[in-house]
């Protein structure tokens, strides 16, 4: 795996720009419980935002060791299904990704090429190429943090199909938390 810090100019913009904000008493409190904070928003007319934060009691190298093993992206996330590197260069890779989901009792199977770029043991980015979304992107952080890591997953989707942006919302927030926490115990196995 080869993985190097990426110039500035030749870093792809994160998703969500600003400072990041300190976390008040009780988030930290509900990091350090295993809590999940999740901020969800619209994003464009059909598609939604969310921002994941967890706590995870493990080294930031030991998890970006795990994390950018992609063909183990299956065992973090159970909705997908197949998560294939196509090529590697450098602190580049491209990636095909599967994925099964239900939703509103339709059962849809997606498929997407991302483009991923990696900022060594600090960020992960992905970037649609093509796939069964109008626009996709993923930004992966992780930062030293109360004698652990904190790992921030921010996802922007837009689905081909019309669904309204609150319904995409709603979906998100019920379960990005759990996906967060099937990944945690996996990277802590």
């Known amino acids: 795996m080869v993985s190097s810090a990426l110039t500035a100019s030749a870093r792809p913009s994160l998703l969500f720009r600003g400072t990041p904000r300190s976390h008040s008493n009780q988030e930290v409190a509900a990091l350090h419980r295993g809590r999940i904070l999740v901020e969800t928003s619209p994003h464009g007319m059909t598609g939604a935002a969310v921002t994941a934060k967890m706590y995870v009691k493990a080294a930031r190298a030991d998890i970006w060791a795990q994390l950018t093993h992609y063909p183990r992206w299956t065992e973090f996330f159970p909705n997908i299904t197949r998560s294939e590197v196509l090529t590697s260069h450098q602190?580049?890779?491209?990636?095909?990704?599967?994925?099964?989901?239900?939703?509103l009792a339709i059962?849809?199977?997606?498929?997407?090429y991302l483009k991923v770029y990696e900022?060594?043991?600090?960020?992960?980015?992905?970037?649609?190429?093509?796939?069964?979304?109008?626009?996709?992107g993923a930004d992966l952080t992780l930062q030293d943090w109360q004698n652990g890591?904190?790992?921030?997953?921010?996802?922007?989707?837009?689905?081909?199909?019309?669904?309204p942006s609150f319904l995409v919302e709603q979906g998100m927030r019920q379960d990005l938390p759990s996906n967060m926490e099937h990944m945690r115990r996996a990277l802590c196995r």
Do not use: C, M
């Open 91 to 103: 602190n580049s890779h491209r990636l095909y990704q599967v994925g099964r989901k239900a939703f």
């Open 149 to 163: 890591t904190l790992l921030t997953y921010t996802v922007q989707a837009t689905p081909l199909i019309p669904v």
């Open 119 to 136: 900022d060594a043991f600090h960020s992960i980015q992905f970037r649609l190429e093509k796939g069964t979304f109008r626009d996709f």
């Open 107 to 112: 059962a849809a199977e997606v498929e997407i």
